[in-house]
């Protein structure tokens, strides 16, 4: 299994530590901005969140790295028309101006990223990957799709969708 970079936002953090997940970043070299650890991190346990203390435990343990990102100001303002948040603009300008891949949920996000290039992938393309890779099983895979749809919204088309790239890993 080769470590490739990744820049992560807030979603797919929280998703996959809602979901019992978050071990599948260890895909990657992942790296957040300092952005993305207060709004997860910080503010999370502020509000009692227990996938905050989940994603700390990960930063302490050091599978993930917190970063400082000085995003352009032309950047940050055609990302904010767009609709990207501070955190994700961040996320997204660092995995532009690095090459890596950006893990993002959101649309906005994601469509912003792929404008510019940027590989781009997100908790339910995280899952088939592990599964692809080996780090978890098929059953794994098909609860953790069930997982993730209890905590981030999924069309049905969407589900339906996974759990065919899923299936073809049975």
Do not use: Q
Request: charged letters at 30%; one cysteine or more; glycine letters at 8%.
């Amino acid at each position: 299994m080769s470590l490739k970079k990744s820049a992560v936002s807030n979603c797919p953090l929280i998703h996959l530590a809602k979901a019992g997940l978050l071990e599948l970043i260890k895909l990657y070299d992942t790296l957040i901005p300092m952005e993305v650890k207060y709004e997860v991190v910080d503010r999370g346990k502020e509000k009692g969140f227990a996938d905050a203390l989940l994603v700390e435990r990960a930063i302490e343990d050091g599978w993930i790295r917190v970063i400082n990102v000085s995003v352009d100001d032309k950047f940050a303002k055609a990302a904010e028309v767009a609709g990207l948040h501070k955190a994700e603009i961040s996320v997204v300008y660092y995995a532009y101006k690095n090459g890596i891949t950006a893990l993002l949920d959101e649309d906005a996000a994601r469509v912003f990223a792929r404008s510019l290039g940027v590989r781009v992938r997100g908790s339910l393309g995280l899952l088939i990957e592990g599964l692809k890779e080996g780090l978890i099983s098929y059953s794994e895979a098909v609860k953790g799709l069930d997982d993730l749809s209890k905590v981030m919204y999924l069309s049905s088309g969407v589900y339906k969708l996974a759990l065919r790239e899923i299936e073809k890993w049975k």
